[in-house]
């Protein structure tokens, strides 16, 4: 089982770093920093919401303070012997939309071990964790155990070594083979192919820059270049919807929808929509004009990005994409969550 060493401030259920897929499709410009390098991770929707591992409904250890969502619980020692299976208990259930295999989730946690009630990572205090449930991105545990679970639910799991970090366990958090370790998991958000951005409507007054829709829908949003316009010379970073998330820092990743056009054309070159799926990035891996329009802004916002040709693909642009030399490239972009 691949794991992921912890290290401070890093969560320890994560197995491998946000990895970068190879987009093989002719004609498809990322905005990655150096093309045709690394381009986005993505993970298609799937309709599966069922866990492959056997659940039982407990023991799991009590919850003795913080009981209500979103707050920090105090959880019990484990008493007696953990179930060999993995324990799953819904303590709040959610309203909101169910979870399936290639949504991402947001969440605060609080993970512990059983035998000791030593607490071992927590988000709480730090902030969400976000991350694709049913790809082997996260602990075994987290992957099956989410799955058909509703946002703004609390969840509650007992968690044996061969679901967690196997028979090593990790010892830099203190985690032996023998552990069961035990998670309580606040559901905030779950993203997929057909979320979107949900801030407050920023009006867009200059008639020099391109129109993007508001639609909260999760359909991709309509994008007018303003016919006759010359290109803006400088890098263009408005909102269009302002969120109220956490503000970007340039050495932030993030997840999100977007689309992109070439000024001149208004040819469309690439698009998270037409593909029905999100993308993570490493800010530090993409194009100089998202590098430096998207720090300070604020996750949940969709943002309207004018770059000009030096801020993106200069005198090389990626092969088959349609972008011209030293292009202006206008995007829309709907940040969901910090990764």
């Known amino acids: 089982m691949r794991r992921r060493s912890v290290l401070l401030a890093v969560p320890a259920l994560m197995l491998t770093a946000a990895g970068c897929g190879d987009d093989s499709k002719s004609g498809s410009a990322t905005p990655s920093s150096t093309p045709p390098s690394t381009t986005p991770s993505s993970a298609s929707p799937s309709a599966s919401a069922t866990p492959k591992t056997e659940i039982v409904s407990g023991p799991v250890p009590t919850i003795t303070a913080g009981k209500g969502f979103n707050q ?24 909101g939309p169910k979870i399936a295999g290639g949504d991402y989730v947001q969440v605060n946690y609080l993970g512990q071990i059983w035998d000791t009630a030593k607490v071992f990572d927590t988000s709480f205090g730090r902030g969400p964790y976000t991350n694709v449930i049913g790809q082997g991105k996260v602990i075994p545990g987290w992957d099956e155990g989410l799955l058909g679970q509703q946002v703004n639910s609390r969840v509650e799991m007992a968690i044996p070594p061969s679901l967690g970090y196997g028979s090593s366990g990790e010892p830099q958090a203190g ?3 023998t552990d069961t ?25 200059n008639a020099d820059l391109p129109k993007s829709g508001t ?55 690439d698009s998270s929509y037409s593909r029905g799926e999100l993308a993570g990035f ?14 300070g802004k604020k996750a949940g916002s969709r943002i309207l990005l004018v770059t000009p040709g030096s801020l993106a693909y200069g005198a090389n642009p990626p092969s088959g994409s349609g972008i011209p030399k030293n292009a202006t490239l206008v995007f829309t972009l709907d940040v969901l969550a910090i990764l």
């Open 72 to 95: 920090k619980p105090t959880i019990a020692k484990g008493s007696g012997t953990p179930s060999s299976k993995l324990a799953v208990k819904t303590v709040i259930k959610g309203d």
């Open 175 to 177: 985690i032996k083979g």
């Open 181 to 205: 370790l035990v998670f309580v998991i606040d559901v905030l958000n779950r993203f997929n192919g057909k979320s979107s951005s949900t801030g407050k409507v920023v009006p867009q007054t």
């Open 215 to 269: 639609n909260t829908d999760g359909k991709i949003p309509s994008l007018t270049i303003p016919k006759g316009a010359k290109a803006p010379t400088k890098l263009v970073s408005e909102y269009i919807l302002e969120g109220d998330g956490p503000v970007i820092k340039s050495t932030d990743s993030v997840l999100a929808q977007y689309q992109g056009k070439v000024w001149t054309t208004g040819k469309e070159f």
């Open 282 to 295: 490493e800010l530090s891996q993409l194009i100089k004009g998202w590098q430096e329009g998207l720090v």
